[in-house]
């Protein structure tokens, strides 16, 4: 199913023996035969299909994203580390998410409305350039319905969108959650996540309790080839172990990027993979 107009999301279903069960966060290796291999983060997780979610950026995306019902892909993983969503239980959840980022963040809102008793407020803050680049807009509706505070945000005005205009770490300030009792997971652009951990923890939350997703490029996802390399961790095996200030960086030039369950990357170099068939969703 088409959700924007170079974004996909479709289906895979196992040919062969499946893979294991992922969880909300981790992510796979998808495989265009003659297109590439790209890492791609479980926007859906079923009991007998994965839900992938693609935007086209290269030869191997595109090529995955004009795959068409019945089309065989190769499927390995998966990999990373997860959300760890049930460490938050008692607690309210805060989900902040920049264009494609809200993808990865899906199976998080999904799975704390399956538990909803565990959770208290459940916030989500999503931002996209544009009203049409926003991804799972349908699903936005439903989930305010189910309780779910969702405020959306769009970089610049167009004359057919009334919400917020702005980026999504300025919804933070605004958003009703109880900092001292909340855990956020945050995925988007780099910068997008800093300035959002930035807001979060000036809003009071602990920085142990704001957990992101970075990207690099990687070709293998098993923690050999190196690519994914941050200071003495591999991002596609590790993740990262808290959100850090680093007291050596410039004031005012903080990273704010340290908690990361979940891992996603960028496209690498192709591997050898698993069958899947994939087929795409029925529209909503």
């Known amino acids: 199913m088409r959700k924007t107009r170079d974004t996909v999301t479709f289906a895979l279903q196992p040919v062969d023996k499946p893979i294991v069960t992922c969880r909300p966060g981790q992510f796979i290796m998808l495989y265009a035969f003659g297109g590439g291999e790209v890492p ?3 926007s859906g997780i079923g009991s007998a299909t994965l ?3 693609v935007r086209a950026v290269g030869a191997a995306t595109n090529a995955l994203c004009a795959a068409e019902p019945g089309h065989v892909v190769g499927v390995r993983g998966p990999y990373g580390t997860d959300w760890g969503l049930h460490a938050a239980a008692g607690r309210d959840v805060v989900v902040v998410a920049g264009g494609i980022g809200l993808a990865p963040l899906r199976p998080v809102l999904l799975a704390a409305l399956a ?3 565990w959770f208290g407020r459940i916030v989500l803050l999503a931002g996209a350039r544009s009203p049409a680049d926003l991804i799972f807009a349908s699903e936005l509706t439903l989930w305010r319905r189910r309780g779910v505070d969702v ?3 769009i970089d610049q005005p167009v004359r057919e969108w009334n919400g917020h205009v702005g980026f999504v770490s300025q919804l933070i300030g605004r958003a009703d959650f109880n900092p001292s009792r909340a855990t956020a997971f945050v995925c988007g652009p780099e910068v997008m996540m800093r300035l959002s951990a930035k807001a979060l923890m000036s809003r009071g939350m602990a920085p142990h309790d704001i957990r992101l997703s970075l990207e690099r490029n990687m070709p293998c996802g098993i923690g050999l ?3 994914c390399q941050f ?3 591999l991002l596609c095996r590790d993740g990262l172990s808290s959100v850090t200030h680093e007291p050596s960086w410039p ?6 990027l340290r908690r990361v369950f979940a891992t996603s990357a960028r496209r690498g170099a192709p591997c050898a993979s698993w069958s899947r068939m994939a087929r795409r969703a029925s529209a909503q």
């Open 40 to 42: 791609v983060s479980v």
């Open 231 to 233: 200071g003495p961790l």
């Open 115 to 117: 538990q909803r008793e």
């Open 51 to 53: 839900a992938q979610t």
């Open 251 to 256: 004031a005012g030039n903080h990273r704010y």
């Open 225 to 227: 080839c190196g690519h």
């Open 151 to 153: 405020q959306a945000t």
